[in-house]
């Protein structure tokens, strides 16, 4: 049983001395005892060491009674008699264990429900008659109490734990468990608001905004259930071995992260469905670990809203705009985070100005400071705050991974059976995106895909080529042909040329660019569109300027008001590209030059460079290496950035290209994560200047890997093949992991075929690629990390060679089927559920050594054999 139904909610302070109570206290100078004892001789209310009464054993009764009523809320709806009688029930169950045939190691093998039965059983007579709420109440108090029991046996005894070592182990960490989950429990003078704000994250996080997806005439939102597509993030071990795990699990085990990803890569989507799961009260298994937790989401441009200083706690809520702000009760936000209840999730550091991000450091260093149990995660683009920018206040720095081939093909499924094309379009674009390198370029993130989806479906098929004109036609898609194809407009109607709502629109997103925002207050908008609109006649005499807003606002589909008054861009990415085209048709080049070092800047001074003609391109481009080239401290990000405007700049003078190929050429190779994370963004280009592995030092022959395989296309398979036959571990562990963002079957004859196979585990996440595998005569250590069937991995692994496994994924299954391997001697478990089931693998009779996950409750382990080393790691 998880200890989320155990109602009684009775903490471990409250039961021990109670529990301890009903026992005879061993005399001055006893030991630990060595054998089974009849629990009726260590009763202290009957025999001839009795020291409790009957009287005292009743109020013992009454406490846990009094207790548990209060803490789950039936106080209020019992009427005094069904109290009483519940106490008079409770006090003859734990009477029952003076009569009760079974000694104490008996009762530790039984469990602690099935003692609970048996005590309650001979009693059913109390109950009859009372309410549900009162035979509940009864149960959960004598189940409660037996925990309490069995955990006193086992600590007074050396006989039990030696031979019960799992079931000790179980009804420690269950007692645990509930300690924790009862301190994540309101008291019940918050528990009405805490539902009331549940009801409202679930409702204002619970969809998403689809780009292209129409469900209704006025919406495009997504339900997140069906929306949410589960990722990657991924990190290294202390060891530097590649880590990799479902992007929901960050917080699992982990108190503190901060995960980076690029823009449309899923941290907002990943914010929303951590708020909403913790909202709920049917949390998936994988999921418990947000049991109880009361999720804060703060998102930083709304935070710093028009200057607006970083809220303290108390001012939360109502930093957001939550509609129920007010009816929090009074130190209901103190109570929560000193219990450590809180789930902190700062979305955007990106999105305040460069400057004051430090003060955001700050900020968060001090509310941990003040608040030091709850969980964290700071979601950030890459290049906004360096590596190791948390590093003092311990958190754990992970990066979204780029969707894998599968991640593209499920969100294309998913898009179109939404959109009601799954026939028409979507198996057609599944072909496109596997055919087409470069449009299986631009898929690697949920924006890019969704845009890729809508326009395909727009256009009948047909797909622009490059980023530029994929989003020049999302613009027009979404600024005229829609409205136009649904027939909106009718006579009368205010109508905007596409021209013209880019003229205006682009303007806005400039402002927020330039004053470092993401945010823009609605008087700051019309003051803006009316001086726009004294040069634009034929558009101001179709009406006001807050008539004309409120039309932008309502048919573009680019602009959104988060809260009444406030104005933002759908997506980060239409602001900076819209900001970027008014600053090149402004001519502010030098502006744009002079703010390229700050990272707020970056995908618009990329996208300003696919905007502007050949001459304004060499205008740019050679003042960033002339920047660059004149100053230490940015020298390097200036001259990337150049690097990366390449696969923008569709036109170019070549003496102009070699002079920025050339200074990137001196970043390579990669010494750190951070530098191979920005040559990666690049893009394909720097795959001509990778060096190696000849003349490299293991850490750069790493980081030189690492920087191929994020660029995540198939045209950095000949880079990666050059490193194949390189021995260090961490370089055949990153090869080994990458192999599903690749060609399977190129991947694995061109790469996974020629990697040593010291140590190291091949990761499979598909059929295919155990199939590959069996073609190159198997492959000793395997790491499963998709829920394959049992049948798939039996058929496609040669049985003879496999010697290690470890299990990622939830294959939902039993063990026995693991006797198929004869030579299987080692088996890890890494499976996300807090509970594992073991008792199947006493049929592996090869196994030697079992790796467990520290945080997961093992089920059956006493039944494996004596001689089977448990391990517990991670």
């Known amino acids: 049983m998880e200890p989320v139904s155990i109602g009684a909610r009775l903490a471990s302070s409250v039961v021990v001395p109670l529990v301890k109570k009903l026992f005879v206290a061993d005399g001055p100078g006893a030991g630990l005892v060595d054998r089974p004892v009849r629990i009726s001789s260590l009763v202290s209310f009957r025999g001839e060491k009795r020291t409790l009464s009957d009287a005292e054993l009743r109020k013992i009764a009454e406490e846990l009674v009094e207790r548990a009523a209060q803490s789950t809320g039936v106080s209020e709806r019992l009427p005094g008699f069904e109290r009483r009688a519940v106490v008079n029930a409770v006090t003859h169950s734990l009477s029952s264990m003076g009569h009760i045939d079974m000694d104490d190691v008996q009762a530790v093998q039984l469990g602690y429900l099935e003692l609970s039965r048996s005590l309650r059983s001979g009693n059913q007579a109390a109950t009859l008659g009372l309410s549900s709420d009162a035979v509940l109440l009864h149960a959960r108090v004598v189940d409660t109490a037996c925990l309490h029991i069995l955990h006193f046996f086992t600590t007074r005894s050396t006989f039990i734990p030696r031979t019960l070592l799992e079931q000790s182990r179980k009804i420690e960490e269950?007692?645990?468990?509930?300690?924790?989950?009862?301190?994540r429990t309101p008291s019940p003078a918050d528990g009405g608001f805490e539902e009331r704000y549940a009801r409202h994250i679930s409702s204002k996080h619970g969809k998403l905004t689809i780009f292209g997806l129409d469900l209704s005439e006025s919406s495009r939102a997504w339900p997140l259930d069906a929306a949410y597509l589960s990722l990657e993030a991924m990190g290294t071990t202390v060891g530097e071995i590649p880590l990799v795990l479902p992007a929901e699990q960050v917080l699992a085990g982990r108190d503190r992260v901060l995960l980076r990803g690029v823009a449309g890569s899923g941290k907002t989507t990943l914010v929303q469905w951590l708020a909403v799961s913790a909202a709920r009260d049917d949390l998936d298994e994988r999921l418990l670990y947000l049991h109880g937790l009361v999720p804060f989401v703060l998102p930083m441009r709304s935070l710093t809203r028009a200057g607006a200083r970083l809220p303290t706690p108390d001012e939360f809520l109502s930093a957001v705009g939550c509609p129920i702000a007010h009816a929090q009760p009074t130190g209901w936000y103190d109570r929560v985070l000193t219990a450590g209840r809180g789930l902190m999730l700062v979305d955007g550091i990106d999105e305040m100005p460069e400057g004051e991000r430090e003060e955001a450091r700050s900020w968060l260093r001090d509310l941990i400071g003040a608040y030091p149990k709850n969980h964290w995660l700071v979601t950030s683009r890459p290049s906004a705050v360096r590596e190791h920018w948390l590093a003092d206040e311990k958190f754990t720095e992970l990066d979204l991974a780029p969707m894998s081939r599968d991640d593209v093909a499920a969100f294309i499924r998913r898009w179109h059976k939404a959109a009601g094309s799954a026939d028409a379009y979507g198996k057609e674009l599944l072909y496109a995106v596997r055919a087409k390198q470069e449009l299986a370029r631009l898929a690697t993130n949920p924006l890019m895909c969704a845009l890729i989806c809508a326009l395909h479906r727009d256009r009948?098929?047909?797909?622009?080529?490059?980023?530029?004109?994929l989003y020049d036609a999302a613009l027009s898609m979404l600024l005229s042909r829609r409205d136009r194809e649904r027939g909106i407009y009718q006579t009368g109607d205010m109508r905007i040329g596409e021209t013209h709502q880019v003229q205006l629109i682009q303007k806005l997103a400039y402002w927020l660019i330039r004053n470092g925002r993401s945010e823009m207050d609605a008087r700051d908008v019309l003051d803006l569109l009316s001086q726009a609109l004294t040069a634009m006649p034929r558009v101001a005499e179709q009406g006001t300027a807050q008539q004309i807003y409120r039309y932008l606002l309502v048919r573009s589909g680019l602009l959104l008001e988060p809260i009444e008054g406030t104005m933002q861009f759908i997506h980060r990415t239409f602001q900076d590209y819209l900001g970027a085209r008014a600053a090149v048709e402004s001519l502010d080049?030098?502006?744009?030059?002079?703010?390229?070092?700050l990272d707020q800047w970056e995908d618009v001074i990329r996208m300003a460079v696919a905007h502007a003609r050949p001459a304004e391109r060499t205008r740019l481009l050679t003042g960033l290496i002339e920047r660059g080239d004149t100053s230490k401290d940015t020298r390097h990000r200036l001259h990337l950035l150049a690097a990366a405007c390449l696969d923008d700049a569709t036109e170019l003078d070549p003496a102009v290209r070699t002079e920025v190929q050339r200074r990137a050429e001196r970043l390579i190779p990669p010494r750190s994560t951070t530098r191979a994370r920005a040559l990666a963004d690049v893009g394909?280009?720097?795959?001509?200047?990778l060096q190696g592995p000849e003349d490299l030092t293991a850490d750069e022959a790493y980081f030189t890997v690492l920087t191929a395989v994020r660029l995540g296309t198939d045209a950095a398979i000949p880079v990666l093949t050059r490193f194949r036959s390189v021995n260090d571990l961490r370089v055949r562990a990153e090869l080994a992991l990458a192999w599903s963002r690749f060609d399977t079957e190129r991947y694995a004859?061109?790469?996974?075929?020629?990697?040593?196979?010291?140590?190291?585990?091949?990761?499979?996440?598909?059929?295919?690629?155990l199939k590959a595998l069996r073609r190159f005569g198997g492959r000793s250590l395997l790491r499963i990390t998709s829920p394959l069937s049992i049948d798939e991995i039996r058929n496609c692994?040669?049985?003879?060679?496999?010697?290690?496994?470890?299990?990622?994924?939830?294959?939902r299954c039993s063990w026995e089927w693991l006797g198929t391997f004869p030579h299987l001697t080692e088996l890890t478990l890494e499976i996300p559920l807090p509970d594992i089931d073991v008792s199947s693998l006493r049929h592996v009779r090869s196994l030697h050594t079992l790796r467990l996950p520290t945080a997961a409750s093992v089920v059956g382990a006493e039944l494996l054999s004596p001689t089977l080393e448990i391990v517990r790691a991670g």
Do not use: Q, W
Not at 460 to 469: F, H, I, M, S, T
Not at 754 to 769: I, K, Q, T
């Open 174 to 183: 269950l007692s645990s468990k509930i300690d924790m989950l009862i301190r």
């Open 460 to 469: 009948r098929g047909y797909l622009p080529d490059g980023r530029k004109e």
């Open 589 to 597: 080049f030098d502006f744009l030059g002079g703010n390229a070092h």
């Open 684 to 689: 394909p280009v720097v795959l001509e200047l």
């Open 749 to 769: 004859e061109e790469v996974i075929a020629h990697l040593h196979e010291d140590d190291l585990y091949f990761v499979v996440s598909s059929v295919r690629e």
């Open 797 to 811: 692994c040669v049985a003879d060679r496999v010697t290690g496994l470890c299990v990622a994924a939830d294959l």
